[in-house]
């Protein structure tokens, strides 16, 4: 997975918990840690829903690992991050023109 496709999942995941956070008036991290403690929604209605946003939040953690992860490699290779920027760029333009 290319780091812009990393990016791309942690923008789409963002909006997706924002949407969450604004809809029961938590943010993400707080919501995951109670999730996580076992409390359960008072309303039934609910359930869905937190089940989604638990979802979405450990995938984003697992996103948020990966791009680490990936920044560190090109690091190491390479570290000056605007040739990691460039690199991405040309790709992302040359699978685009595929």
């Known amino acids: 997975m290319m780091l812009t496709d990393i990016l791309q999942d942690i923008y789409a995941l963002e909006d997706e918990m924002r949407d969450y956070e604004r809809k029961y008036g938590v943010l993400s991290e707080t919501f995951y840690e109670s999730y996580r403690a076992g409390e359960e929604?008072?309303?039934?209605?609910?359930?869905?829903?937190?089940?989604?946003?638990?979802?979405?939040?450990?995938?984003?953690?697992?996103?948020?690992?990966?791009?680490?992860?990936?920044?560190?490699?090109?690091?190491?290779?390479?570290?000056?991050?605007?040739?990691?920027?460039?690199?991405?760029?040309l790709d992302g333009f040359a699978d685009n023109a595929r």
């Open 41 to 89: 929604p008072p309303d039934d209605a609910w359930v869905r829903d937190w089940t989604a946003w638990a979802s979405a939040y450990k995938v984003w953690l697992r996103r948020q690992e990966q791009y680490q992860g990936a920044v560190h490699a090109q690091r190491v290779k390479a570290p000056i991050l605007i040739e990691e920027i460039e690199r991405d760029l």
